[in-house]
């Protein structure tokens, strides 16, 4: 290569869709890693979970709500994609940076790693290594932010330098030096190359084709990003522990209950299509939480410590929980932030131990008035104490649906508290119980704004019709569930267009803790038609009208349903 033509390739810069791409292939490959590197060290390291539990941690009430809203059990999924997103579009603009001020693009790679680094640190569920994959992931697309910049200057940036020749000129090639000077150097009919480094370049029929050098630098960005997303998958697919754990959740046989639940009564389930079965399948239970990765506890190493203000502090481990008489009941869980008319709500048989036993051990001081109960993954629910030491099912479950509990729903121990929603109550992968006083410790959510003690609200639901399923003109039915758990229900109303209001037929419940399905026959007519349902519970206390977004204790309302017969 000519003096002239090293010139020109000093002074052109790449186009800023090469840094770009540049950029994101480098984080790309650097998550990729980063995620693999934390199946390998510390599960709930990654740099995704991290950023995402921290952006949980950090989200306002009505964040979470509107999340949950808009995507309801699939706002992690949402979270992700969402970090995924911003992370694509940062990572494009730290190519381009680096692309233009060398080295600077690369700095913030390895200072956002090195953040992230600090901060799953900073997690509840840390461990030794929980630093490193994030620091890894931060170098790694540092290095190929650099290297990748570097070869689009040299390939694309080059060839977009060089001129382009018409053929009525072939035989002339022109160099463009820094200076704005022109050279020219007559070449042979052969002479249609102009080599730069190692790619050539044709000079000749009306196009200077740069092709090689571009290609080059896309399969270089192409195998980084693959290789990233690759890691990612292998980091799937490798999850050791995950692996052990469900082996050793296959491997398990539940002691058979000493207190076995009430049968389900027959007529309990109405057997109307599209209605909630009375017992909700494991698989179709709601799941409501903060932690993005699932975690995964072996029982073998569980243990649970009750102290605080207790006179004995207790700690209790699986083969000793297991070896208690254990009890069975149906209870239905909700979540807080289940709008009138939702889905988050669910009844399963649990097999556990009465905390109120446990408690007994511990011998609680006078002047205490709540329960703390801690995660392994660092959430926290406050639980009145006189709720977990009254006559009702609250329990340290280990089974559901007759089965171990699936990991999503708290293997291997979760609490279920009847009477109150799961933000106060149903505490996941517990740990702890801290006795202590509402007036001296908070937990996760009542931080964030939500009320401490949380008692369930009497709700109604329907469920048939379908919103949307084009009925038809006839006589159907309109049925749906009601609840207030530990208080029951008495009847539910069914209204349709504003008319009188008209007892609904219950069907037989479970318990004062379950949930209840009710229906009652409707002529439907043509044209649209809106229809609304109360409960009232064995108090004689009624559905409030007034209508309240779930925050700061729950929500209340009738339900509207909207119908069109045609």
């Not at 079965?277 to 009750?306: E, G, K």
């Not at 279920?416 to 959510?445: C, H, M, N, Q």
């Not at 209840?516 to 439907?524: E, G």
């Amino acid at each position: 290569m000519t003096r002239e033509a090293e010139a020109t390739v000093r002074g052109v810069r790449a186009p800023a869709w090469a840094g770009m791409l540049g950029g994101v292939a480098a984080v790309v490959l650097g998550a990729g890693i980063g995620e693999l590197l934390a199946v390998l060290v510390a599960p709930a390291s990654g740099p995704f979970t991290v950023v995402g539990g921290v952006l949980i941690d950090l989200a306002p009430a009505w964040a979470k709500n509107t999340a949950i809203a808009l995507f309801g059990t699939n706002d992690k999924i949402a979270l992700l994609a969402g970090i995924a997103i911003v992370m694509l579009a940062a990572a494009g603009a730290v190519g381009v940076l680096e692309l233009r001020r060398p080295w600077f693009g690369a700095a913030v790679c390895a200072a956002l790693g090195a953040g992230v680094a600090v901060l799953a640190m900073t997690r509840a569920d840390a461990t030794g290594l929980s630093w490193l994959p994030s620091l890894a992931a931060g170098t790694v697309a540092a290095v190929a932010v650099r290297m990748l910049t570097q070869l689009a200057r040299r390939a694309v940036g080059t060839d977009a330098a060089l001129p382009v020749v018409p053929s009525s000129e072939v035989g002339r090639v022109h160099a463009v030096t820094g200076t704005g000077t022109t050279t020219s150097q007559k070449t042979t009919s052969s002479d249609r190359h102009a080599v730069h480094g190692s790619d050539d370049v044709v000079i000749g029929d009306d196009v200077a084709r740069p092709e090689p050098s571009r290609r080059l630098f896309l399969a270089w960005t192409g195998a980084a990003a693959a290789a990233g997303i690759v890691a990612a998958i292998a980091g799937t697919a490798l999850q050791a522990g995950s692996r052990a754990v469900e082996a050793a959740r296959k491997a398990l046989r539940l002691p058979s209950p000493a207190v076995s639940a009430a049968s389900v009564p027959a007529g309990a389930e109405l057997g109307i299509p599209g209605l909630a079965p009375v017992v909700t399948a494991n698989d179709r239970f709601y799941r409501i939480d903060t932690a993005l990765v699932v975690p995964q506890i072996d029982p073998a190493d569980w243990s649970l410590r009750i102290h605080g203000l207790v006179e004995q502090e207790v700690v209790l481990t699986w083969d000793e929980l297991l070896a208690l008489p254990l009890e069975e009941s149906y209870t239905t869980l909700a979540c807080v932030s289940n709008p009138v008319g939702g889905d988050l709500i669910g009844n399963a048989k649990w097999l556990g131990y009465p905390v109120r036993e446990l408690l007994a051990r511990a011998r609680p001081s006078a002047d205490a008035d709540m329960v703390l109960s801690r995660s392994i993954d660092g959430f926290s629910a406050s639980t009145p104490l006189e709720v977990l030491t009254d006559d009702r099912n609250a329990i340290l479950a280990v089974g559901m649906n007759d089965e171990p509990l699936p990991p999503e729903h708290g293997f291997p121990v979760r609490m279920v508290v009847p009477g109150l929603y799961g933000y106060v109550s149903a505490t996941k992968w517990i740990t702890e119980l801290e006795v202590t006083r509402f007036a001296d410790a908070t937990a996760y959510w009542t931080d964030r704004g939500w009320s401490a003690k949380g008692p369930i609200k009497v709700q109604s639901r329907i469920d048939v019709p379908l919103r949307n399923q084009g009925l038809s003109p006839g006589d159907t039915v309109i049925a749906g569930v009601a609840w207030q758990q530990h208080v029951g229900i008495s009847k539910v109303e069914v209204q349709v267009d504003g008319g009188q209001w008209r007892e609904a037929t219950l069907a037989s419940a479970i318990s004062d803790d379950t949930w209840v399905q009710w229906s009652i026959p409707w002529t439907a007519e043509p044209g649209s038609h809106a229809i609304r349902c109360r409960a009232t519970n064995a108090l004689g206390e009624t559905q409030t009208e007034t209508d309240a977004w779930p925050m700061p204790d729950g929500a209340t309302g009738w339900q509207q349903l909207d119908i069109d017969v045609a």
